[in-house]
């Protein structure tokens, strides 16, 4: 079995977009940790779009790691590997990285003054956020992956057996045909229908249903499709269409919704409109974006092989650089554009230090970070 480079791309190049995303958020009209005076209009219509489909790619791409992960593991072994790779790294995140970010918040907002280490104590008083100093932030995307893997380990269980097995490979090749493969955006607009409203996005796990049941089909879909050589034959030979539909899409949502920020407050027309249309495009998008890398991505470089390792604790750390440096650099008396991109270059920038000597050579911060103890080179498949 050859491994599937374009779908390390596709995980790469997805996290990438994320904490450029997330350099941004100082700038825009939405409320974030750490905010600039001056905010873009054009920017936050840019970013509302995005924050559309990145944590749903990111969900569907995660479906294929554990199609792969389960191919050489057993249950046991995947569930206790899932603790090692997720529920480690993010209790270590929650007391001793991410603090930071509450810090330079509240320090921004004038809710307290003085030394991180006057303010640090507040996060083992374990209360939770806004109240007190204890979130998970950022990392409620792996809070959530980490549930989704330990609700679904009977079905994972069930499809170690040879006759499911085989019913689960049968079912993604019929998935896997450009109709039924396109239709599987209905689920999603049922739960606009369903969930949008009475249970809008607070990434609190709890009464969070819209986001937890949306994100939970992306993973099971992901798990169903990513190693259906069909599914990816498909996207590549209908991505054009894919593209195309969604654009469509994004510009009936930009002319109803997005331009002006409009979105849906009640059941109604205007919600079954904003559904059909946000459905369609986020799950041609992610089709789209698949038969691209196929395409184009199946490929191996120096870039891709360090990343590959790198991206996880990049992502653990980035929003805690983002929010640290971004206290200051708002600060300045820049246009807005210079700010952001001089966060960006810091953010990167530290990011490669920190993994490069202070993560990558050291057992313990590897495992701290959701790496594996020792450095190894890539398995047949799909990154896990």
């Not at 003085?114 to 950022?138: C, I, N, R």
């Not at 490069?356 to 495992?367: E, G």
Request: one cysteine or more; charged letters at 15%; proline letters at 5%.
């Amino acid at each position: 079995m050859e491994r599937k480079y374009y779908i390390d791309w596709l995980r790469v190049l997805a996290f990438i977009l994320l904490i450029f995303f997330h350099c941004a958020m100082p700038f825009v009209i939405f409320g974030w940790e750490i905010k600039n005076k001056e905010t873009s209009l054009g920017l936050s219509r840019l970013l509302w779009w995005l924050h559309q489909w990145r944590l749903p790619l990111l969900f569907f791409i995660s479906g294929f790691g554990i199609h792969f992960s389960l191919e050489r593991r057993s249950v046991f072994s995947f569930a206790w590997e899932r603790v090692r790779r997720l529920l480690i790294p993010l209790l270590f995140a929650m007391f001793f990285t991410i603090p930071f970010q509450v810090y330079f918040e509240w320090l921004q907002k004038g809710r307290i003054t003085g030394s991180y280490g006057k303010f640090y104590p507040q996060v083992w008083e374990m209360v939770p956020y806004p109240d007190g100093a204890l979130t998970w932030s950022h990392m409620w995307f792996v809070v959530y992956l980490f549930v989704f893997c330990i609700l679904l380990l009977p079905v994972f269980g069930i499809f170690k057996i040879k006759i499911f097995k085989t019913f689960k490979n049968w079912l993604a090749q019929q998935l896997s045909n450009p109709l039924p493969l396109i239709l599987l955006f209905i689920p999603f607009t049922i739960y606009y229908f369903l969930f949008f409203i009475r249970y809008p996005e607070q990434q609190s796990l709890l009464d969070d249903w819209f986001v937890f049941i949306s994100s939970m089909t992306l993973v099971i879909l992901g798990y169903l499709l990513g190693a259906s050589d069909r599914f990816w034959k498909t996207c590549e030979k209908f991505r054009i269409y894919f593209l195309g539909t969604a654009i469509l899409c994004i510009i009936l949502l930009y002319y109803f919704y997005w331009w002006n920020l409009d979105l849906p407050k009640q059941n109604g027309p205007r919600l079954y409109l904003y559904g059909i249309l946000n459905s369609v495009q986020v799950w041609m998008l992610i089709l789209a974006l698949c038969g691209f890398a196929k395409k184009y991505l199946n490929f191996s470089n120096r870039f891709l092989q360090f990343t590959t390792q790198a991206i996880y604790p990049f992502y653990i750390l980035h929003q805690t650089i983002i929010v640290a440096a971004g206290y200051y650099v708002v600060q300045l008396q820049l246009p807005i554009w210079i700010k952001m991109i001089f966060l960006i270059i810091i953010t990167f920038c530290s990011l490669f230090i920190i993994f490069r000597w202070l993560i990558k050579p050291f057992i313990l911060a590897r495992i701290l970070y959701g790496l594996k103890p020792k450095e190894v080179a890539p398995r047949l498949g799909a990154a896990n």
